[in-house]
């Protein structure tokens, strides 16, 4: 079992900045490829951003020179840098880890971008 924990969500206003994060299993932590989902109102879980355990990344276009990821495998938490937020990147967020050929969620956490 992989529990993830998600933080830092709220509300903030067009052109704002959250960084968002996600604690993970200290014990298996590094061995983990990692990303960020997230579920409009109305609309289905998407990609966000994923990190390899070599820390390459990928990024949804939506959010490409925006939004960065990012993992401190020693704090073993994952992080979302969101700047010049935009009405449409409200949603819940989710922290995605991989183990085993398995995918486990966090609960998420809301970002509401609304002046």
């Known amino acids: 079992q992989v529990q993830l924990v998600e933080s830092g969500g709220g509300l903030v206003q067009p052109g704002g900045s959250l960084r968002l994060s996600c604690l993970g299993p200290?014990?298996?932590?590094?061995?983990?490829?990692m990303g960020w989902f997230r579920q409009g109102p109305g609309t289905r879980r998407k990609l966000v951003a994923t990190i390899s355990t070599g820390r390459s990344r990928h990024y949804a276009d939506s959010v490409k020179d925006r939004f960065t990821i990012s993992r401190d495998d020693a704090k073993n938490t994952l992080y979302l840098k969101m700047n010049n937020l935009k009405p449409e990147d409200t949603a819940v967020y989710y922290c995605n880890a991989r183990y085993n050929n398995i995918d486990y969620w966090g609960n998420g956490t809301l970002v509401t971008v609304s002046s």
């Open positions: 200290e014990s298996i932590f590094s061995s983990l490829p």
